[in-house]
């Protein structure tokens, strides 16, 4: 069995972490299983959103820690993992600006929680925790979590989060903004297949401008975002689904987008 099932249904790609006697931890092969899908999402343009969960109990308890060796005497260099692995899946994530979507099924830790926040959406099961390991085995956060965290849940909380290492249930994680929304176990994949489906046949071009925008806008002042704004606008006044979807609002019915 493959340690990254790829699904397609539709425009809809699913890719579930399957590595769940560890809980999904992520190895070498489970990382270049990541690679390759992800070229093959970036390179097919008829793909239009993707749903990220893990199967069995856990979603992803980040770095698989069996294969690191602290007895072997052997000095490690972690910043050739970061580099090599972790870095340019959150940022290729990141720069894929359709639709992504978390289904946290289960515990996320360390870098797993910062793979789910490279989605755009994360739905989380009641019972799901987060945990920012890092402080129980001696490392300081990784994978882009000391840039999504304070920026989620404010500096306060994040700082906390991160320093005690406390593992935050999934309906807390929602009220402090680190998540989009907490549902009960058993309507998880439901919901948010769902939505993800919803979101794979909406008007992709305006809902990755929505992304783009968003994501560029923490480095922007209002002045440069305004001007970015109105040059999505323009750019998607031209496009056949904002023709599509004003024709259906005028004519009273559902609007059929295309993507484009
Ligand atoms: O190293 C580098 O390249 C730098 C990059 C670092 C990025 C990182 O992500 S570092 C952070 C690594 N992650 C952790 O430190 C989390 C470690 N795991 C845990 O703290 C706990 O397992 C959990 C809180 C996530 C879940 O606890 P619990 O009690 O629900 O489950 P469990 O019994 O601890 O785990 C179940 C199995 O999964 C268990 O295996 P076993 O005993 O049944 O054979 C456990 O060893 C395994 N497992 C869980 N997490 C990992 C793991 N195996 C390898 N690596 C893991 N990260």
Request: charged share 20%; hydrophobic share 45%; aromatic share 6%.
């Amino acid at each position: 069995m493959s340690v990254l099932l790829f699904d397609r249904e539709g425009p809809l790609v699913t890719l579930t972490l399957n590595r769940p006697d560890r809980l999904n931890a992520v190895n070498v092969e489970l990382h270049e299983a990541l690679a390759k899908a992800w070229d093959d999402i970036e390179g097919d343009d008829s793909i239009r959103a993707v749903l990220l969960t893990g199967s069995g109990r856990g979603f992803c308890p980040g770095q698989d820690l069996s294969d690191r060796d602290p007895e072997s005497g052997e000095i490690p260099d972690l910043g050739h993992t970061l580099d090599t692995y972790y870095n340019p899946l959150i940022r290729r994530m990141r720069a894929w600006t359709k639709p992504k979507i978390a289904a946290v099924n289960g515990v996320a830790a360390g870098a797993g929680v910062s793979i789910a926040l490279a989605c755009d959406i994360v739905l989380a099961a009641e019972s799901a925790k987060f945990l920012m390991a890092f402080a129980n085995i001696g490392l300081a956060p990784d994978a882009g979590a000391t840039w999504h965290y304070p920026r989620l849940m404010g500096e306060a909380r994040a700082k906390a989060a991160m320093l005690l290492a406390e593992k935050i249930p999934a309906q807390q994680a929602a009220d402090w903004g680190l998540i989009y929304r907490a549902v009960s176990d058993d309507s998880l994949m439901e919901t948010a297949r769902g939505l993800a489906l919803k979101l794979a046949s909406g008007p992709s071009l305006g809902l990755s401008h929505t992304i783009a925008n968003i994501n560029a806008s923490w480095s922007h002042t209002l002045d440069q975002q305004l001007d970015r704004e109105r040059d999505s606008q323009r750019t998607l006044g031209q496009s056949a689904d904002y023709a599509e979807g004003v024709s259906a609002f005028l004519n009273k019915r559902p609007a059929s987008f295309k993507g484009q």
